[in-house]
């Protein structure tokens, strides 16, 4: 039965005439009240009131995606791979680090396809939170991503960069969601990249400060 012809057939048994203002018996006697018929009683017992939605933090999406970050990489100049400054944390050059502590190296169309290289660019995404992780102490402190520059080891006759480079910023939108996840990209190709390395990497994001 729908609610709305239950909802009519309550009204029609309740003792209070709307138009009149006054109860149909008149007040006198023996007031009826509403009666609700049962389908109906039934189904205003199972209205509960709405459950407020709540987002999911970034280290809880890291939990539920069952992403594990890399160790945290260590410079391999005179930089620091994290700089924070005011509300804004500048990411230097990260590239695709694996768990065990090593990288995905390769130039892309010699020894890496595209789907290849762009696994590579989400594991540099990977080493990029690791990095904002030690620094901040928790990825719930990244407001937004900002902006990316993202480098691949290619040949001249390469061109599907923006691709590869895909991977890393599919990664930021799960993790950061799409409103904060996608920010200003650049995706460019190399002759070559540190360590052979199939990917690099750096971004700026906006950070919470206390």
Same mark, same amino acid.
């Given at each position: 039965?729908?609610v709305a012809?239950?909802?009519?057939?309550?009204?029609?048994?309740?003792?209070?005439?709307p138009q009149?203002?006054?109860?149909?018996?008149?007040?006198?006697?023996?007031?009826?009240?509403?009666? #609700?018929?049962?389908?109906?009683?039934?189904?205003?017992?199972?209205?509960?009131?709405?459950?407020?939605?709540?987002?999911?933090?970034?280290?809880?999406?890291?939990?539920?995606?069952?992403?594990?970050?890399?160790?945290?990489?260590?410079?391999?100049?005179?930089?620091?791979?994290?700089?924070?400054?005011?509300?804004?944390?500048?990411?230097?050059?990260? $590239?695709?680090?694996?768990?065990?502590?090593?990288? #995905?190296?390769?130039?892309? $169309?010699?020894?890496?396809?595209?789907?290849?290289?762009?696994?590579?660019?989400?594991?540099?995404?990977?080493?990029?939170?690791?990095?904002?992780?030690?620094?901040?102490?928790?990825?719930?402190?990244?407001?937004?991503?900002?902006?990316?520059?993202?480098?691949?080891?290619?040949?001249?006759?390469?061109?599907?960069?923006?691709?590869? #480079?895909?991977?890393?910023?599919?990664?930021?939108?799960?993790?950061? $969601?799409?409103?904060?996840?996608?920010?200003?990209?650049?995706?460019?190709?190399?002759g070559s990249?540190? $360590?052979?390395?199939?990917?690099? #990497?750096?971004?700026?994001?906006?950070?919470?400060?206390?």
């Amino acid at each position: 039965v729908k609610v709305a012809q239950l909802v009519a057939q309550a009204r029609n048994t309740y003792c209070y005439n709307p138009q009149k203002q006054h109860c149909r018996c008149g007040g006198i006697g023996r007031h009826r009240g509403l009666k #609700i018929p049962r389908p109906l009683k039934a189904v205003l017992v199972q209205i509960q009131p709405p459950v407020p939605f709540q987002l999911m933090t970034a280290e809880q999406k890291l939990t539920e995606l069952g992403l594990q970050l890399p160790p945290t990489p260590k410079p391999g100049g005179v930089y620091q791979p994290v700089l924070i400054h005011g509300n804004m944390a500048y990411v230097s050059g990260h $590239g695709p680090l694996l768990k065990e502590g090593s990288y #995905i190296t390769g130039r892309v $169309g010699d020894d890496l396809d595209t789907d290849g290289a762009k696994e590579a660019a989400r594991q540099t995404g990977l080493a990029i939170l690791a990095s904002l992780k030690a620094n901040l102490g928790s990825l719930d402190r990244v407001n937004r991503l900002v902006k990316s520059f993202g480098m691949v080891n290619a040949g001249p006759d390469f061109g599907e960069h923006p691709q590869v #480079i895909n991977g890393y910023s599919e990664l930021m939108c799960e993790v950061f $969601g799409p409103e904060n996840g996608i920010g200003a990209r650049s995706a460019v190709g190399m002759g070559s990249l540190p $360590g052979n390395m199939t990917v690099e #990497i750096e971004a700026v994001f906006e950070i919470l400060t206390d």
